[in-house]
């Protein structure tokens, strides 16, 4: 796989760490069986509302437009598509945040319903971040539903992004497959695709995590919130109050999630005398 560079520069960004980030983006790629690419052309445009529809409903008030697609692509901004053959099965979009935060916002990622855990997804943020890095733009971020657990584990524990920021109902009510008309309470996560944590992730070599103790604390989410939402939309809303009323306030007081467990939830390092923070979790502003 290749990954263009803006003007043939890397941007302030070293070569060796551009040409790893392809090396292990075509990996990953290559174990879930797919091609990444980007997407530029009006038949790929519809493909990808196409898919967008599949994943989320809404097929009279798609999430994404194509016309808005076809600006998006011709402005620089991120649209790529996780191919199976001929069948495109993934795609993730992003656009360019303020020129000086050096950051791209990631706001749509899905794969097809019925394929997930074969590494597509994996496959599409690995090409994302070797796309980015080649931009010498060095950190990527974008919401997620904290309800959402598998999602949670994918995103700080399979990719390294940590959360820096809870957003109660952002979105508003969004009725459609996957969100059931809830309230759209988002964490903003920020994947700093250099350091430490976020290399070990791309590179597949197991970390430490950080253990339970005096200065954690556990706050628990669902095993299965979108299954909970079809069979119990009253256990489901109350999920939502519980995990925003403990895990918002913590985080305005300073604490960072530090990890998740599929069984105990968030791990929350709380605030505290002296406590400093964590440059992998400070959202850079210029």
């Excluded at 001929?86 to 319903?113: K, M, N, Y």
């Excluded at 657990?149 to 009725?175: D, T």
Aim: with cysteine; hydrophobic share 45%; charged share 25%.
């Amino acid at each position: 796989m290749s990954i263009e560079t803006s003007g043939g520069r890397s941007l302030g960004v070293e070569a060796s760490a551009v040409g790893l980030a392809a090396r292990e983006a075509a990996r990953w790629a290559a174990e879930a069986g797919v091609a990444v690419r980007e997407l530029r052309d009006l038949d790929e445009a519809h493909a990808v509302i196409a898919l967008l529809v599949e994943i989320w409903g809404r097929p009279d008030n798609p999430l994404i437009t194509v016309e808005f697609l076809r600006a998006l692509t011709k402005a620089g901004n991120y649209v790529a598509g996780a191919y199976d053959g001929d069948r495109l099965i993934g795609v993730c979009i992003g656009f360019h945040e303020e020129p000086a935060a050096r950051t791209l916002h990631s706001h749509i990622a899905g794969v097809a319903p019925g394929l997930a855990g074969r590494g597509t997804g994996m496959a599409l943020k690995l090409h994302q971040r070797a796309w980015a890095l080649a931009r010498g733009i060095v950190a990527v971020e974008w919401t997620f539903d904290p309800l959402v657990s598998r999602n949670a584990y994918f995103n700080i524990v399979k990719l390294g992004a940590l959360p820096v920021e809870y957003l109660p109902n952002f979105y508003g009510a969004m009725h459609d497959a996957i969100n059931g008309g809830d309230d759209t309470d988002r964490l903003l996560v920020r994947w700093e695709l250099l350091s430490p944590r976020v290399r070990a992730a791309c590179s597949g070599t197991p970390r430490e995590r950080p253990l339970d103790g005096p200065s954690n604390r556990r706050v628990a989410a669902p095993a299965d919130i979108e299954a909970l939402r079809v069979h119990d939309a009253a256990a489901a809303r109350g999920w939502r109050h519980r995990l925003r009323d403990e895990l918002e306030p913590l985080m305005a007081a300073g604490g960072r999630v530090v990890d998740f467990d599929r069984e105990l939830g968030y791990l929350v390092r709380l605030a505290g005398p002296g406590a400093r923070p964590d440059p992998e979790q400070i959202r850079r502003k210029p």
